[in-house]
Nanobody, 124 residues
């Protein structure tokens, strides 16, 4: 059963913006969970990108995206978003949505549920 459904990936040019969405599915809501985004580029390990706590009040970012990416969540729609601005070629990757009981464990990669991933390509 797919519990997290990502959307919004695509091909953009360097400097452009893109927004990813991740919606809870299959009867899950993840209302009390920390949620976030990871990415994996070809030949590289999956890395943490951003996380948000259950209330949406606290957010965390990897240094490589800080100031360019914004994570948010709509608790009524059980959906999180990743607004990516000023995209760079090195942002090209498969982006995965993730959920964990807390943002601390999520940021360490201790994820309970993964999405299937959405591909983002950035041309220079």
């Amino acid at each position: 059963q797919v519990q997290l459904v990502e959307s919004g990936g695509g091909l953009v040019q360097a400097g452009d913006s893109l927004t990813l969405s991740c919606a809870a599915a299959s009867g899950r809501t993840f209302s009390s969970y920390g949620m976030g985004w990871f990415r994996q580029a070809p030949g590289k390990e999956r890395e943490f990108v951003a996380a948000i706590d259950w209330s949406g009040a606290n957010t965390y970012y990897a240094d490589s995206v800080k100031g360019r990416f914004t994570i948010s969540r709509d608790t009524a729609k059980f959906t999180i978003y990743l607004q990516m601005n000023s995209m760079k070629p090195e942002d090209a990757a498969v982006y995965y949505c993730a959920a964990a009981p807390g943002t601390g464990s999520l940021r360490l990669g201790n994820v309970e549920v993964w999405g299937q991933g959405t591909l983002d390509n950035v041309s220079s």
